[in-house]
């Protein structure tokens, strides 16, 4: 069974949509975070829910919304699509709120 | 602001050998380090840690890590690596325990040949 799991893995659309990355883990941890790797491979975090409640939100656009129905999901959802959004976005998750476990394997967002 | 820098981005090594992956950082202040592993079509997991005390750390499947804080290095070693150890390793620097300053390095490809 995977740890953690994003979908889609890969999401080609155009300026100007919506679109949302799903993400779900299986470990029981109550903690999960997203992260935007840029072409240099770095990951910078973006949110990190702990129980369902947002704890860390960096600067991130407000066309960025976190959404965590419960503690296994946390779902990131993109209004207003730019150029500049793509990238491979990560899924992690652990347990307390401290530093991310493991990850997802990726979404690969491509915005034209 | 922090950095990291991974030495060699692959390494390839045969079944049984001696292998160490090398990561450098800058900070200006403390961080802590971390070496996350990545196996084929799976996500990144960590493999170990230093947050603080004895600078030599041990992690999962026989890894460890030695913090050198003059030389501001954190390298991973293993004295005997196996074929299931192909994977491509992640070094990570952290201001804080928290993921919230979380950055990584470009990566190394750990190839173990038989």
């Known amino acids: 069974d995977t740890a953690v799991s994003q979908t889609p893995k890969y999401l080609v659309t155009q300026m100007g949509n919506d679109k949302s990355i799903k993400c779900e883990q299986n470990l029981g941890h109550d903690t999960m975070y997203w992260y935007k790797q840029d072409s240099k491979k770095f990951l910078k975090i973006m949110f990190s829910y702990n129980n369902k409640e947002l704890i860390i939100n960096e600067t991130v656009p407000n066309r960025f919304s976190p959404k965590s129905p419960d503690k296994a999901h946390l779902n990131l959802h993109i209004n207003s699509l730019e150029l500049g959004d793509s990238a491979v976005y990560f899924c992690?998750?652990?347990?307390?709120?401290?530093?991310?476990?493991?990850f997802g394997e990726g979404s690969r967002l491509t915005v034209l | 602001a922090q950095s990291v820098t991974q030495l060699d981005s692959q390494v390839p090594v045969f079944e049984e050998a001696p292998v160490e992956l090398r990561c450098n950082y800058s900070?200006?202040?403390?961080?802590?380090l971390f070496w996350y592993v990545q196996y084929p079509n799976q996500g990144l997991q960590l493999l170990l840690k230093y947050l603080s005390g004895s600078t030599l750390v041990k992690g999962i499947n026989g890894f460890e890590a030695e913090f050198n804080k003059s030389q501001t290095s954190f390298h991973l070693r293993k004295p005997s690596v196996h074929i299931s150890d192909t994977a491509e390793y992640f070094c990570a620097v952290s201001m804080g325990t928290s993921g919230s300053r979380l950055t990584f390095g470009e990566g190394t490809q750990l190839t173990v040949n038989p």
């Open positions: 900070s200006s202040v403390s961080v802590y």
């Open positions: 992690a998750s652990s347990q307390g709120a401290g530093l991310p476990r493991f």
